[in-house]
């Protein structure tokens, strides 16, 4: 079988390769950034300063009636554990939304019907606080949807959730990837395989 291979005669005319000082023995550096002038120097010296000067000023908050956008670790692992139980299932791994939605406690802030948010019930641009009474797991998919709204149904919401038929064995392979073993939860009853 023949193929038909084009020679390439001069791989790149215009452009020497980086690192070559084939041009007037111009280093890489040197022909990308114009050398340094004492003027440009000193105005470099005085921008950085100032910024260094303004993040010096910042200070995390000590101020209990502060209210981050987001919720503190301590927050979602109680928000987690608000979260309804899936019976037969180790609750630090799999639970379900509000609406019924089967959520995987590793995947989180992603797209798909497994995944989830911590919510805010109210939302923050509308004067929700970032505590657990306002944090609810959701379905991402839903959360995204609902948006800032608070006057959306729970049945709209329901219309909005990623449907998704996950089976034991379905879980069971999520469980083996994500953490390298499979836990039952206590309330599984029935036989075990041991």
Request: charged share 30%; net charge positive.
């Amino acid at each position: 079988m023949r193929t038909n291979r084009r020679k390439r005669t001069n791989p790149s005319p215009t452009r020497p390769r980086p690192g070559n000082p084939s041009e007037s023995g111009a280093t890489r550096n040197s022909r990308f950034s114009p050398p340094p002038s004492s003027s440009s120097t000193l105005v470099d010296r005085e921008f950085i300063t100032e910024e260094l000067a303004a993040f010096e000023s910042l200070q995390v908050s000590s101020d209990p009636n502060s209210n981050p956008r987001s919720f503190s670790y301590n927050v979602k692992r109680q928000c987690w554990e608000k979260a309804d139980k899936i019976k037969g299932r180790d609750p630090d791994r799999w639970r379900r939304d509000p609406l019924g939605n089967i959520v995987f406690r590793k995947l989180v802030g992603c797209p798909g019907c497994l995944c989830h948010d911590y919510d805010h019930i109210v939302p923050y641009s509308k004067g929700g606080k970032s505590t657990l009474e306002n944090c609810q797991v959701l379905q991402a998919t839903v959360n995204r949807s609902k948006g800032n709204r608070t006057e959306i149904s729970k049945s709209e919401l329901i219309q909005k959730s990623s449907y998704c038929r996950v089976s034991g064995r379905d879980m069971d392979l999520l469980e083996v990837s994500a953490y390298g073993n499979v836990r039952r939860g206590q309330d599984s009853g029935g036989c075990n395989i041991q």
